[in-house]
């Protein structure tokens, strides 16, 4: 029995930056990521690396395994901004020296989430797989095209919903 050590990571991204020094000592950057990474599989030692993982269905076809990874953040953005607060001309000395030179800062930070793999938490399918518990890989789902079911199956906007577990059935014993 041997290990077999073969992946890859493709990352594609846009990134800008902007940032303006104003008077009065504000100063001000905002920073947007566009981005993609793909694999054939994120975790490097053990499923339980992401809580969205699941094992390669079939380890001998690691192309089965292309997706987006499971730590992908697609959009991200950064907003900071800072104030040089300044020192009154009367200030001299040890007084200068400590009150002087303080700066406020703020940062603000918004992005997308990460990617959700299906997995069912139980060996639905008898194999005896034992990474089936809700921090290992557990079993995938048969994903089952039809109307209204894309491979983003969703319903957006629906929090306590959100995953149409109607694309999806149990695999088959075995």
Not at 3 to 20: M, P
Not at 49 to 73: H, M, R, W
Not at 140 to 153: I, K, Q, V
């Amino acid at each position: 029995v041997g290990t077999l050590w073969q992946d890859y990571s493709r990352y594609n991204g846009l990134q800008v930056n902007l940032s303006q020094k104003m008077s009065h000592g504000f100063a001000v950057q905002a920073t947007y990521t566009y981005s993609k990474v793909t694999d054939q599989g994120s975790s490097t030692f053990s499923d339980n690396e992401y809580l969205n993982t699941a094992g390669p269905s079939y380890a001998f076809d690691l192309k089965l395994q292309n997706a987006v990874s499971d730590f992908n953040i697609t959009q991200n953005f950064v907003l900071n901004g800072s104030w040089n607060i300044p020192v009154p001309h009367s200030f001299e000395g040890a007084s200068r020296k400590i009150l002087g030179g303080w700066e406020i800062g703020s940062i603000f930070t918004a992005h997308s989430g990460v990617p959700f793999t299906a997995k069912l938490t139980s060996d639905e399918a008898f194999t005896g797989n034992s990474r089936v518990n809700t921090t290992a890989g557990g079993q995938r789902p048969n994903f089952n095209p039809g109307p209204g079911c894309s491979p983003n199956a969703i319903n957006p906007g629906q929090p306590f919903n959100y995953i149409k577990v109607g694309c999806f059935s149990f695999p088959a014993p075995g």
